[in-house]
């Protein structure tokens, strides 16, 4: 087991902290490495193999678009078995919107990667996106399509996708909450402050307490996404009286 | 096993005639044997299940659409490595356009196992293709990714999907053999014949000899496509001679 774990570890020092931060991204150990290193090489680095065949991320995003696209389809499939085609197909738009896309590829870090050209300054937002999709690519040339799926769930499905809210049954577990604190004369507070840790990118975090008790805590990107993230949870948590209210 | 095997069988006549017609269709024993069924529901028959959710095959349409469209990513992504992003994507359309699905549901034959109310005239050509992706939907739900995938590759990839066919380098291989046996100053016939066999819709058989010599045969729902999928076999069967030539 030792034996075969060394021959697909990485050689260079370089190699070695791709391979560690790329391990703790995935939550599984890559096998090969070189697809994920093309699913962070942008088109501006205008690298081509002994063919002359361009090596970027794009040929991998088209392959983790379709991955994605048929995860997604599968997931609510069974998730809500009875809504039609035609809300099936509309939820998974919402599910893989660019700009949902992005959001994720924002929220993972992923630019820090990215191999790109520095002078080349039009990366545009949708890098993302794009490269979140390259990743399932990768994942799935790696080690199969369970893997892929299981990315997808633990990544995008369990944080993010969130049925009654894509159908607009709840536009803000936020305003839900107070709304219903207020309902209930509770006292609410939203604890909100930076806590950006060591990562390069700013972080909020946000502590909720009803009458005087901690609930639950929610972390993002923006002051907006990690408040929600902890008023759905909060939501979850009191869910059986919030209801039944 | 025969045990395990027992308990899968279906129970009805009617119920055995179908699972032994889908195992000769699928190659392979199907275990829930309702996917199918469902995926052969019209929704003409205005089924409805115990919580008034309507039972036919567009969900499973839905799901089959989604799978087919990541298995043929796949295959395109390692079947033309130098394949761009946009020409991978212009590629897949072709092999999933509507036209192509529904030429396959045809000669596949999935007509016959589909229940429908026979006062609706109007089910429309695109039935073919609807059944054949609810077909895939249910095989994935049945036997998981990798034997929709086989399946695909089985029915679809090897009968159907001709690379330099789609990029428009050949557009007729019975144009392109009788071209190469003009040159070449060899005598072809095309022998093409009716050959409908036990089913009800009408098929046609196609020999190919050269110089006196059979070379390949095809057989298909109308002659034209016979007479391509013959040729075709020419061609790969002769493919050393013609690109020398």
């Known amino acids: 087991m030792n034996f075969i774990r060394k021959i697909v570890k990485p050689h260079s020092k370089e190699d070695e902290v791709f391979y560690y931060e790329l391990k703790q991204l995935l939550s599984f150990s890559p096998k090969k ?12 680095l205008k690298l081509v193999d002994e063919k002359g065949t361009p090596v970027n991320y794009e040929r991998l995003e088209f392959l983790g678009d379709a991955m994605l696209g048929s995860i997604i389809a599968s997931y609510l499939y069974k998730k809500v078995p009875t809504g039609t085609e035609g809300y099936l ?55 199969g399509y369970n893997y892929a799926k299981k990315f997808v769930y633990e990544k995008v499905i369990v944080p993010y996708v969130d049925i009654a809210k894509l159908e607009g049954k709840v536009t803000s577990y936020k305003g839900l909450i107070i709304e219903w ?24 975090s946000v502590r909720i307490s009803i009458d005087g008790e901690f609930v639950a805590k929610g972390r993002a990107t923006s ?23």
């Open 223 to 245: 002051k907006k996404k990690a408040e929600e993230q902890a008023a759905k949870r909060v939501f979850f948590t009191l869910q059986d009286q919030i209801k039944s209210s």
């Open 33 to 44: 490495i070189n697809y994920y290193k093309k699913a962070f090489t942008h088109k501006s």
């Open 89 to 143: 197909t509309q939820m998974r738009s919402k599910i893989v919107s660019r700009e949902h896309l992005n959001e994720l590829g924002r929220d993972l870090n992923l630019l820090k990667f990215v191999k790109r050209n520095s002078a080349d300054k039009n990366i545009g937002d949708n890098i993302y996106g794009n490269v979140f999709e390259a990743l399932i690519g990768a994942i799935y040339l790696d080690k």
């Open 181 to 204: 604190c207020q309902k209930q004369k509770k006292d609410y507070l939203f604890d909100t402050y930076e806590d950006s840790g060591n990562e390069n990118i700013k972080h909020f």
